[in-house]
């Protein structure tokens, strides 16, 4: 059994975590929608898109990661990839964010900019241990250790949102 292999069960649960949780965020955005005011569909677009891009990132690599005959560089690929790309997401919603003024607290740049880009960034670092260390477990386990991190930073931020949507007074029932 190679080092990946014994991973199998943390990457299947990950990505069934991932996969509940968007929907679940579907759900509550579908049910809050006729809530919203027009004015908060711009907030809205801020806080929720980061959770959906953080699981759909944990999704797509714990399926990348779950294919059968990975080599040591192809993992590494897989793995530096997916967190280059979410390093520069999360770059782009601290920008966003803080040139916008869409951020309501300063603790939303620790959890929608600076988390998630410390857990992108396990990846990578993970991913290039694969390839330059003797073996890859400590590697295997930076990136589990990422993917994990991004699962509980959108779930914490996923319930923030959906608190958030529950304390919104409807069109139709004004205060």
């Not at 968007?22 to 569909?41: D, I, N, Q, W």
């Not at 891009?53 to 990661?65: D, E, I, N, S, Y």
């Not at 390093?87 to 600076?114: M, N, W």
Request: proline content about 5%; hydrophobic content about 50%; glycine content about 8%.
């Amino acid at each position: 059994m190679t080092s990946l292999e014994t991973w199998g069960s943390f990457y299947l649960v990950a990505s069934a975590a991932s996969a509940a949780l968007v929907g679940l965020l579907f759900v509550v955005l579908a049910l809050a929608a006729e809530r919203l005011p027009a004015t908060e569909s711009k907030r809205i677009r801020t806080y929720l898109t980061p959770s959906v891009v953080q699981l759909a990132l944990v999704l797509v690599l714990a399926g990348l990661l779950t294919f059968p005959s990975h080599s040591r560089l192809s993992i590494t690929i897989a793995c530096c990839a997916i967190g280059t790309f979410g390093l520069g997401y999360a770059v782009s919603v601290l920008l966003v964010g803080v040139r916008g003024h869409a951020f309501r607290e300063g603790s939303d740049i620790l959890y929608y900019a600076i988390l998630p880009a410390t857990a992108h960034a396990a990846l990578v670092v993970g991913g290039a241990m694969i390839t330059t260390s003797a073996t890859p477990r400590p590697g295997l386990t930076c990136v589990a250790s990422g993917v994990l991190g991004l699962v509980v930073v959108a779930l914490r931020n996923a319930w923030s949102v959906a608190s958030s949507l529950v304390s919104i007074r409807g069109r139709n029932n004004p205060p």
